[in-house]
């Protein structure tokens, strides 16, 4: 009766955790944590010269985070690795990946090694006319941390997404660290601004229209 006991709370707390996050993976596939030499949670500094420190930009909308440009090894085309700077200075929450082969048969052998290693990915995140492909795959580490990884895919015209195929890493955990983190040193930055009202006036909409 004991094991029995510990089998159904095993069972409901899985469930629990599949509820509370869509996708869950079982804990027998291991997560990942690294791809292209760069890994989740390690500092920025531990990579030296990898990592091009002059184009390190704050990212848009998240002043809590900071994104550097990497050099990309064999096999890759470009890449970028996006570090906290308020909870954990420089440590990686997330790891984006562009390969140097950008063909969608490739496309189409990396999601096939990729299924076979962690399973059939959790959520579709492409367009209805499979422009831009992407699949994504949503994991608990052994430290109970939750990890995405999206493979995906664009051949548009489109500046939305960048050409070719990618790979990103994500760990929340940290991500969300960072943001509450922040939102305690600047409380007033959470503070919706007010907004002023608009000066009436007739507006041409061929004045809302780019010009050549």
């Known amino acids: 009766m004991p094991m029995l006991r510990i089998a159904c709370f095993s069972l409901m707390a899985l469930m629990a955790v599949s509820l509370i996050w869509p996708g869950f993976v079982h804990a027998e596939v291991a997560a990942p944590h690294e791809i292209a030499g760069f890994r989740l949670q390690n500092h920025i500094d531990q990579y030296g010269d990898r990592i091009d420190k002059k184009s390190a930009i704050s990212v848009r909308d998240m002043a809590y985070l900071e994104e550097v440009d990497v050099m990309a090894p064999a096999g890759f085309k470009s890449g970028y690795l996006v570090y906290g700077k308020c909870?954990?200075?420089?440590?990686?929450?997330?790891?984006?990946?562009?390969?140097?082969?950008?063909?969608?048969?490739?496309?189409?052998?990396?999601?096939?090694?990729?299924?076979?290693?962690?399973?059939?990915?959790?959520?579709?995140?492409?367009?209805?006319?499979?422009?831009?492909?992407?699949?994504?795959?949503?994991?608990?580490?052994?430290?109970?941390?939750?990890?995405?990884?999206?493979?995906?895919?664009?051949?548009?015209?489109?500046?939305?997404?960048?050409?070719?195929?990618?790979?990103?890493?994500?760990?929340?955990?940290?991500?969300?660290?960072?943001?509450?983190?922040?939102?305690?040193?600047?409380?007033?930055?959470?503070?919706?601004?007010?907004?002023?009202?608009?000066?009436?006036?007739?507006?041409?909409?061929?004045?809302?229209?780019?010009?050549?």
């Open 87 to 212: 909870a954990h200075p420089g440590h990686i929450v997330k790891v984006s990946m562009k390969y140097a082969d950008s063909s969608k048969d490739f496309f189409d052998k990396l999601l096939d090694r990729f299924k076979k290693k962690y399973g059939d990915p959790a959520e579709w995140r492409g367009d209805p006319f499979h422009v831009y492909v992407a699949w994504k795959w949503s994991f608990v580490d052994r430290d109970n941390r939750r990890i995405s990884m999206i493979l995906q895919h664009y051949s548009g015209d489109e500046d939305v997404y960048k050409n070719g195929n990618s790979v990103k890493l994500s760990m929340y955990e940290l991500i969300e660290q960072e943001q509450a983190c922040y939102a305690k040193k600047h409380p007033q930055a959470q503070t919706p601004s007010v907004e002023q009202p608009q000066v009436p006036g007739k507006v041409d909409i061929d004045d809302l229209v780019p010009i050549p």
